[in-house]
């Protein structure tokens, strides 16, 4: 039985995003009922209307010249900003770092998309050196003729864009239970969002002319130190696999697959090979490393099942998480993220005492397929020791597990791929912020 199996349960209203039209109206009045979030400002006395009544300083930068222009450098984050970087994981001792990863600060991400020098980063043999003059994707085996693709080639065809999330079936598997592992960038980081540029992967596929009737798995291949290869349904393929050389309105970074790399909308990060070399047409999967001894979930009849592709309904709460902390008893809007490999999120509930009881939260729009959504829910936090999570639901009508539900699940307790439990945050009366699954 999968946790898909235990969970199924049917929605009867959910209130689409679309309902949030005259958005700003809404926000409008939610703080003008009390619910401020600058409430903290108000209890000390500092009020908008005390400022107004002091005199209001001219800053030094009113009274210089800013800095020009530099049209030959890439554009940075403010140096105020510098804090906010991806980071390597606390519990886990990584000695060679050609097999690494790096997290997205996902508590300091406003909005759905993740800036590319913020995109989490996973690689098996370290980020190649690829000239995109020189780099060639391959097309054989069951096609009527093979082809090569230059990137000239590639950028020839029209291009099309698409919004979703990417997450390493890892995430959450070294560093949920660890003590170190205090924020959400380190519990659920190897999980981005951006806009993907590309083409179709059918595109190639049908250019080289694939046996239609007897071809039903596709090899692809990335040209770094690991020649890191999946073996994909073709389905998935025709229907919507990408080959991707931009993110974000700008060309991949060389740690995302520079020059070009295969985007598999909704399935674990592994499947999208970076650096993409080689397509190959076959009736069968090549059954890999990364299929085999890999990616692969302990079931509990002592059988590993091969091929979990689909980054199954999750989410977390990253306002208030791990390392904060609340300024006080009073008003919060709890935020955070919710996605879904097979779809839609449909709905968020949210908890403040420990699963006792859920309310619904409200989803921002826009809410698009495969892809990171935020959701929010206001609390009045009574200063009392609190438990928050948050529980998401999507269109297939699947409900995120609990990490028992999923323990039953699975044979391993604890170390598992593809782990997409319900998270929890405890909150102490001094208001610090904690992991509470560790
Ligand atoms: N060629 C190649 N492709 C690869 C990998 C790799 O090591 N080599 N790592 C995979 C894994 S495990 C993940 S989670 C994603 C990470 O993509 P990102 O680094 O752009 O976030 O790339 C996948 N594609
Ligand atoms: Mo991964």
Excluded at 74 to 86: F, L, T
């Amino acid at each position: 039985m999968s946790t898909k199996d235990m969970h199924q349960r049917p929605r009867s209203s959910t209130r689409s995003p679309s309902d949030d039209a005259d958005e700003f109206e809404s926000r409008r009045q939610f703080l003008r009922s009390g619910l401020a979030v600058a409430g903290a400002a108000v209890a000390t006395g500092a009020g908008m209307g005390a400022a107004q009544a002091q005199k209001i300083e001219v800053p030094p930068s009113n009274k210089e010249m800013g800095r020009i222009i530099d049209p030959k450098v890439y554009g940075m984050p403010s140096k105020y900003e510098a804090h906010v970087k991806r980071n390597r994981t606390d519990v886990f001792v990584n000695k060679q770092n050609w097999s690494d990863w790096s997290m997205t600060p996902l508590h300091q991400q406003p909005g759905i998309i993740t800036p590319n020098g913020l995109f989490f980063e996973r690689h098996h043999a370290g980020i190649p050196d690829i000239d995109p003059a020189k780099h060639v994707v391959a097309i054989h085996g069951m096609v009527k003729q093979p082809m090569k693709f230059t990137m000239d080639n590639l950028l020839r065809y029209p291009s099309m864009s698409r919004f979703h999330f990417l997450e390493c079936s890892g995430n959450g598997l070294t560093d949920w239970k660890k003590a170190a592992s205090s924020t959400v960038q380190q519990t659920h980081g190897l999980l981005s969002c951006a806009q993907w540029t590309g083409i179709p992967a059918s595109w190639l596929l049908d250019a080289a002319g694939f046996d239609e009737k007897n071809a039903k798995w596709v090899l692809f291949e990335g040209a770094d130190g690991s020649a890191h290869a999946r073996s994909i349904p073709i389905e998935k393929v025709m229907k919507d696999a990408m080959i991707v050389y931009a993110m974000n309105g700008e060309m991949l970074r060389p740690e995302n697959g520079y020059p070009v790399r295969l985007f598999i909308p909704g399935w674990e990060g592994n499947v999208s090979i970076k650096w993409l070399r080689r397509i190959k047409v076959s009736d069968q999967p090549w059954h890999l490393r990364s299929e085999t001894a890999r990616y692969t979930d302990p079931m509990p009849n002592g059988k590993w099942r091969q091929f979990s592709f689909a980054m199954e309904c999750k989410s977390v709460i990253t306002r208030p998480s791990g390392g904060m902390k609340m300024a006080g008893k009073g008003h919060y809007e709890i935020e955070g993220f919710a996605w879904s490999g097979n779809g839609t999120v449909t709905a968020v509930d949210v908890t403040t005492d420990g699963g006792k009881t859920w309310q619904e939260a409200a989803l921002e729009a826009p809410v698009l397929d495969k892809c990171l959504t935020r959701f929010r829910m206001p609390w009045v936090w009574d200063g009392a020791p609190a438990k928050i999570a948050s529980r998401a639901v999507d269109n297939t009508g699947y409900v995120q597990p609990t990490v028992a539900d999923i323990d039953k699940v699975r044979a391993i307790v604890g170390f598992v791929q593809h782990h997409n439990g319900i998270f929890p945050w405890s909150i102490s009366p001094e208001g610090e912020v904690k992991n509470a699954i560790a």
